[in-house]
């Protein structure tokens, strides 16, 4: 008999109720240090005051009304952004794949609204996650998320990460925009190799395309800057960002050039919840604190100090570990043993991390977690990969 639940998920057999900072506790009491958040989604670790305080009040005053009317609270978020970024203007979204289905859009018709509605080739990149939609599997590519789904939305091309000449061979006149992750998440924590964002601005430019950067993972602080693309002194067109930006709480934006998003005009595009007053009293919250340089100096410093543990972790182990990869605090583990292995001999220490592909076990503790903490993980890290070397 199917579950009431549709059973999409392989889940582990834990479940939380209550939630302080990088710590998640079960019903009986057994406390987890938790360098998953959600999948890097509750960046400023569980039950924040601050975002406790502002939820309350706003849950009080009022949740919810249509984008028929001025929203505030979105103004305020969107002006934010637009403050802290390359952004001129920002749409609001519940969630990441909504970011890619509005960035594909907004790149089809800049081009369409230019006069060139030929221009709507994508190129994307394998071991891609761009979301479970019918458009964003499809950018994404990959049998595992497409197989069975009829036909794919047609335009998109993919190339190996991190590959130039691929990108340069797969660029025709046709080409709308390239659209990438900075640092692959699901793909297992790789990161494009140096100078290539650079590369590959330059290449849109010639080309004619735009440039489309998937920050949903890896933006908000995560990497040590408010956007991972900062590390390479570029300037993307549009930008996709979720998960961290709402803290807990769903929340997606895309972020714009003036000229990118130039086609976006009145009825183009919509969305009942997205932008509502509670999702962005939250989400305002959160960039205010994640934007503040001495909050990233924070980040910085404590993912050089992961990193270091880690380094060590896996000259104690090599038999269980590969290398250490990732920015800041998104961190990934590449394992000599099956990563789902090393999550369960996690689960046994009370530790929790996600499994990625590429071989990888991803790390995304809460922006927020401490010295102490870091220390305590790599002990629990040492303790679940002993169990596995043998
Ligand atoms: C999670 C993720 C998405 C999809 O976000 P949802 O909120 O699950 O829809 C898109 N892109 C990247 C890089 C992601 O990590």
Redesign the pocket.
Known sequence: MIPSVLPTYNRAPLSFIMGEGAWLTEADGSRYLDLGSG??VNALGHAHPDLVATLTEQAGRLWHVSNVYMIPEQQRLADLLVAHTFADTVFVTN??????ELAIKMARKYWYDKGHPEKIGIITFEGA????STG?IAAAGGEKMTKGYGPLMPGFTHVPFGDLEAVKAAITPQTAAVMI?PIQ??GGIRTAPEGFLKALRKLCDEAGALLIL?E??CGMGRTGKLFAFEWDGIQPDIV?V??GIGGGFPL?AVLATEEAASGMTAGTHGSTYGGNPLACAVGAKVVEIIANPDFLAEVNRKGALFRQRLEGLIAAHPKVFEEVRGTGLMLGLKCRVAPADLVKAGYAQHLLTVAASDNTVRLLPPLTITDEEITEAVTRLDRAAATLDV
Not at 129 to 132: K, L, P, T, V
């Open positions: 999948i890097a969630s990441g794949t909504e970011t890619a996650f761009h979301g479970r964003a992750e998440g699901e998937d949903v993972q996709m979720a998960k997606g």
